[in-house]
């Protein structure tokens, strides 16, 4: 029997390019999808962003102006810190992966998720518990063991908003998990399906360890297992779900599909078997065991040649979409966020090696580094996803210009940002390195302090342009596709 064009274009554009097409019927309708929480979710992330940058501004203002704010608990250097960084991670980065997978798991399992009232009541579960709850406990800094902040990167909060936490963890796991597992498709699940199941299962497990053990571990050995966390957090759930944003995105917006499905599993295994073992390379030259030192630094490099083949995977697939790229504003965030992604673990993997860690270590170079990664890859990446989830979603508006704005603020910022405080570790190396009293190093960087403290300026304008976009109109929703599914042909005018 012969197959007609259209069937065999739509086989074409149903898997990975030269695998076998998945099963799931072009045009099928979408299941039902809980428009309501997308817009909570996505809203409570831009609201908790904008707080959260104003947090870093204000930390980057007290490192020229010490007496910035006052000297109360609430505006200290280490609370606004906490603040900040605990900000972005939960209250931006995890409000709005939740946001996408409210728009991304009907359509990647072709079913609802578990349940509407569990969706908001984890909604406020982890708004008000984890992120308000927080910021609040952080800013009054209690004294008792639940209640205090913790003196550990990446999970500042308090023990009693981490318990909280663990609860939304697993919550989340069971609303989104099952609609993902049941494989509708008899190929076998996307790519994006295992990145998110196996975002969420990792991270629930690894969280604990990294928030609770080093508070009851002792010395160096307490220090290990924080520095693992410092890395899970990022590897083991900003990562995941990031990838699983750029490898539903890109197909959906070019009408192409992945590049192949061989990378993108050995990409997803060697981030799950390797990622984990990465956090000890912040202990390097300190007393814990070298065989765990080294441990570190070879797992480092291997997320390196990772990050290779996922970056080839999804920019060979969108070769020859160079003009779609430049002109639409979800794909470029997307596309320049795997950008960042590359340059920032390779970056990373380099500094992991003693030979570098002798000289950036403590210097601002690392925090350029790790604002490459949340803000260039995991916010670009993210605020892409949103862009393409809020362009795609009924009764919601979205205005092109203002997302082209947004992207170049931000951008300007971030750049900026990057290379100043690159310079600034390049010469504080330098100095530490040399006879010259530390007080030359701290007058030496002043400067540079400075023109970080400005770039937060086109950054907050990024920010609020963005949320502007996405409250005003620049083409009729009639106009703009709905979604169905990132395997699918008809994705290309309905994703």
Not at 90 to 113: D, E, K, T
Not at 183 to 191: I, L, Q, R, S, T
Not at 305 to 318: E, G, K
């Amino acid at each position: 029997m012969s197959t007609s064009p259209a069937a065999v274009e739509t086989q074409h554009h149903a898997g990975h390019e030269g695998g076998p097409p998945l099963s799931v019927v072009a045009g099928a309708p979408v299941a039902s999808v809980e428009t309501g929480l997308i817009r909570a979710h996505a809203f409570a992330a831009l609201a908790s962003l904008l707080v959260a940058a104003l947090f870093g501004t204000a930390v980057a203002i007290k490192l020229v102006y010490p007496g910035f704010l006052g000297g109360h608990v609430w505006d200290t250097w280490g609370s606004m810190r906490a603040n900040h960084t605990q900000g972005i991670l939960f209250g931006w980065l995890g409000n709005a992966f939740i946001a996408f997978l409210y728009f991304a798991v009907p359509r990647l399992g072709n079913g609802a998720v578990t349940s509407r009232a569990l969706g908001w009541g984890v909604f406020g579960l982890w708004n008000v518990g984890v992120v308000l709850l927080g910021w609040g406990l952080v800013s009054i800094n209690l004294s008792s063991f639940l209640w205090a902040i913790k003196p550990l990167e990446w999970t500042e909060f308090p023990l009693a908003v981490n318990l909280l936490t663990e609860l939304c963890l697993l919550l989340l796991a069971i609303q989104f998990i099952p609609s993902l597992a049941r494989m509708p498709n008899k190929d076998g699940m996307y790519v994006s399906s295992w990145y998110i199941i196996g975002g969420l299962v990792f991270t629930m497990l690894a969280f604990p360890v990294g928030s609770l053990v080093p508070q009851l571990v002792p010395g160096a050995m307490g220090a290990a297992f924080s520095g693992l966390w410092i890395h899970d957090a990022v590897g083991l759930f900003v990562t995941p779900m990031a990838l699983a944003i750029a490898y539903y995105v890109f197909p959906v917006r070019t009408g192409k599909p992945i590049y192949s499905h061989f990378l993108s599993m050995i990409g997803f295994w060697l981030l799950f078997f390797s990622y984990p073992l990465n956090g000890t390379h912040h202990y390097v030259y300190t007393s814990i065991p070298m065989d765990t030192q080294r441990a570190a630094i070879a797992a480092s490099m291997v997320m390196g040649f990772d990050v290779i083949l996922v970056v080839l995977n999804l920019l060979m697939s969108l070769r020859g979409h160079a003009q779609r790229v430049r002109h639409d504003a979800p794909l470029l965030f997307v596309w320049t966020g795997i950008v960042f992604y590359l340059v920032v673990s390779l970056q990373g993997s380099l500094q992991a090696s003693m030979a570098m860690q002798r000289h950036v270590h403590f210097t601002d170079w690392v925090i350029g580094h790790s604002h490459l990664a949340m803000l260039g890859f995991a916010t670009f990446v993210t605020l892409g996803g949103l862009a393409h989830a809020w362009d795609r979603s009924p009764g919601c508006r979205y205005h092109a210009g203002y997302m082209k704005l947004a992207y170049w603020l931000i951008l300007l910022g971030l750049g900026v940002m990057f290379v100043d405080l690159t310079v600034a570790g390049l010469i504080q190396d330098s100095l530490w390195n040399s006879t010259a009293p530390w007080m030359d190093s701290v007058r030496a960087s002043h400067g540079f302090w400075l023109i970080r403290a400005l770039t937060a300026l086109p950054i907050l304008l990024g920010i609020g342009t963005f949320i502007t976009a996405m409250l005003t109109d620049s083409v009729p929703r009639e106009a703009r596709a709905a979604d169905t599914h990132p395997n699918q042909t008809a994705e290309v005018n309905n994703g």
